[in-house]
């Protein structure tokens, strides 16, 4: 047998199911521990706080789940991504904020670079040789993946043991982790083995490493397995972490060590930040065990600390209630001080950051903004912890498919963006709208240019990745319209149950939302179109045609003999008839009716891809006539003959087809009716509402 070769660095998008073993099959919660442990990390850090720099001694074991030795293994050095402009990291910023929106553009100056350094890789005690590799084809200068080479293979099924010492750079925080001032977020900082995918799992035909290198836009992806990390630090700074603080801390000559266990993660990060407070809670729901929950916070934020605690507390009994009980005993939430935003709005297992408010005002902005905020970094903790999908390949299945969910507890507890200020409000101006409606006007779906299903760093833009959160929220909002909310719930039931403690792929999902709510059709043309495609939507009513239907005139056969109609007489007739219902409806309106029925025709088109659409017609006299559309066709005509006029029609009165990119061409009047634009229109306003509330807000 070759070497085991690097999963695909662009050909990454999944369509074919995993096989029903994967990850070992599902798991039935009667196994010993809640995952299958392929990895165990036993860790000694200690930070120089001046230098913003963790030393760290890493003890690792590894099991070769392939049926093949290993002689050598692929470690993630994720800090050298802000070692130099050189790193695949900076070299794709260049280009994808060049073209679009997007996090993490804070420029480093001396002394703010970050980087981790492998000081001593050893197996049994032989000492071992490491090499920089480029899985991805980046450039030369990036280190952030390194080879290993083991002195003795390990055999199929056996399991390797190295000790790496490592001394890691903190950058000034530009991207999700760093330092800023005395405060230290300690995230993707030692060295992590990549994941060895088998034959089944997530796309693959054979063993191969999945270990990519740290792209602009793309988060991370490891085995499960056990954290054991002891965290020594100066004694004035608050300490927290992944997992559960066993015992109580250390003191010895001003500096305390903290020990954190944590079992079935992926990931360990840590908070050591001088002078923060801390504000504690906790919970208790059915099947979970007591969670105690944690805010750490700088005075400076501290109206955002009861809220933060709040909101998480909520967001566990949610989750618990709607996909599965929470499995661990703590939730950690951390706000950044100001200046070190970039830090906040991460997840980690059991741990994010989240966002800081001077003023947290119910009712505005800042309570939606603090709220959903957490609610989406603790959401994290099932669809990137526990389901653990691949972020660096399949974006969606992380931020997409958490933000849909939080967008339904924000529906469910009736919690809708307002849109103002305490003085607007004041004023008696309060636009709002759901979450929902937000993520569609931020969707691209005039032209969507990258399918969900791609993967982070193959995108035209940051703003083309940003749609992973906003288009995949769209369109899972329209398939829950068209399979009702039950099924969908039941189906994200099914996702959890079958993949929880595995790593899912996108296929994975579609299966699941299938089995779940048995409508194959709605399911697979949502993926076809939106998740594996690029398709536009946007239908239109184009044209309502109407005209009374008169008596005719022209040549008729009666017994085999032609008679013409007399024009004359028969305007003779229409105009008597006309008179003698006009007297006896006095009051009627032009259209409601009359002594002859009205054939009106609506016109619809197709812009793009097909959706089930409804065509609500409106009648003069008031009633209305709902008729579905969901053919193949790229327009079709709807014809009434009725006693009454059509005055107006309109596509999704419900508006429940948020994918359609121009929901002002909806509807159409045969008079001026801005009811409909009105509707939709609302939106825009709303938008600008929101950005002179922030303005006055700064």
Do not use: C
């Amino acid at each position: 047998m070759g070497p085991i070769p690097f999963a695909p660095a662009h050909q990454t998008i999944i369509t074919t199911p995993s096989a029903a073993n994967a990850w070992g099959g599902e798991r039935t919660g009667q196994e010993a521990t809640l995952s299958d442990r392929v990895v165990s990390y036993a860790i000694d850090a200690s930070l120089d706080a001046g230098k913003h720099r963790v030393t760290g001694k890493e003890h690792m074991t590894w099991r070769n789940r392939s049926d093949r030795p290993v002689s050598h293994v692929y470690f993630h050095l994720y800090l050298n991504a802000f070692e130099s402009d050189g790193s695949t990291w900076f070299t794709e910023r260049k280009v994808l904020t060049a073209h679009g929106r997007s996090r993490g553009n804070a420029v480093l100056k001396d002394g703010q670079w970050g980087w981790v350094h492998l000081q001593n890789v050893a197996q049994d005690g032989t000492a071992l040789k490491w090499s920089f590799v480029h899985p991805d084809g980046g450039p030369a200068t990036d280190h952030t993946v390194v080879r290993i080479d083991l002195a003795q293979p390990v055999p199929a099924g056996g399991t390797l043991a190295l000790d790496i010492d490592f001394l890691s750079q903190l950058p000034r925080v530009v991207e999700r982790t760093g330092w800023w001032g005395d405060f230290n977020l300690v995230g993707q900082w030692f060295p992590k083995i990549g994941v060895l995918e088998l034959a089944g799992e997530r796309g693959a035909t054979a063993p191969r490493w999945n270990v990519h290198e740290f792209h602009f836009n793309s988060e991370f992806y490891a085995d499960f397995g056990s954290y054991d990390v002891h965290l020594d630090v100066p004694s004035d700074y608050t300490v927290g972490a992944v997992g559960q603080l066993q015992g109580a801390p250390q003191v010895a000559s001003g500096r305390t060590t903290y020990h954190y266990v944590q079992g079935d993660v992926h990931d360990f990060a840590w908070v050591a930040a001088k002078g923060y407070k801390t504000l504690d809670g906790s919970y208790t729901g059915p099947g979970s065990p007591q969670v105690d929950v944690r805010v750490i916070y700088q005075a400076e934020y501290v109206a955002s600390a009861a809220p933060t605690l709040k909101s998480t507390i909520d967001s566990l009994g949610y989750f618990s209630k709607t996909i599965a009980p929470y499995p661990y005993h703590t939730v950690t939430a951390v706000i950044p001080p100001y200046n070190a935003q970039e830090a906040g709005g991460m997840e980690y297992p059991t741990f994010f950051t989240s966002e800081g408010y001077k003023e947290v005002t119910p009712g505005t902005i800042s309570q939606y903004g603090s709220d959903f905020v957490n609610i989406h970094e603790f959401g994290h903790g099932y669809f990137y912890g526990i389901l653990a999908s691949n972020e660096f390949e399949e974006p969606m299945l992380d931020e997409g498919i958490n933000e849909f969910w939080d967008d339904h507890m924000m529906r469910a507890r009736d919690e809708n963006l307002v849109l103002a200020t305490p003085f607007m409000k004041w004023l008696g101006i309060a636009p709002a709208m759901s979450g929902y409606q937000m993520e569609r006007l931020a969707a691209e779906l005039d032209r969507p240019e990258d399918p969900l299903a791609q993967n982070s760093w193959d995108r035209l833009s940051s703003s083309s990745y940003g749609t992973v959160y906003t288009r995949t929220t769209t369109a899972m909002h329209d398939l829950e319209q068209r399979i009702g909310e039950p099924a969908m719930e039941k189906a994200m039931r099914l996702y959890y149950q079958r993949w929880r403690f595995r790593h899912p792929s996108v296929a994975d999902l579609r299966q699941a939302l299938v089995d779940g709510s048995g409508d194959a059709k709605a399911v697979n043309t949502i993926f076809d179109q939106i998740v594996y495609g690029t398709a536009h939507i946007d239908d239109r009513v184009a044209d309502i045609d109407v005209q009374e239907v008169l008596p005719q005139a022209g040549v008729s056969w009666q017994d085999g003999k032609p008679t013409e109609a007399d024009q004359k007489a028969l305007d003779k007739q229409i105009a008597k008839q006309r008179a003698d219902w006009k007297k006896a409806h006095p009051d009627a309106k032009p259209g409601s009716g009359g002594p002859f029925p009205w054939h009106s025709t609506v016109t619809v088109l197709r812009d793009g891809a097909r959706v089930p659409e409804t065509l609500r017609v409106s009648f003069a006299d008031g009633s209305h006539e709902d008729v579905r559309w969901n053919d193949d066709r790229r327009w079709a005509r709807f014809d009434f003959t009725k006693p009454s006029k059509v005055v107006s029609a309109e596509l999704d009165p419900e508006r429940q087809v948020y994918l359609d990119a121009d929901k002002l061409n909806d509807s159409y009047a045969t008079k001026p009716d801005g009811a409909a634009s009105r509707r939709w229109t609302t939106d825009v306003a709303a938008l600008l509402q929101a950005f002179y509330s922030t303005l006055v807000t700064l």
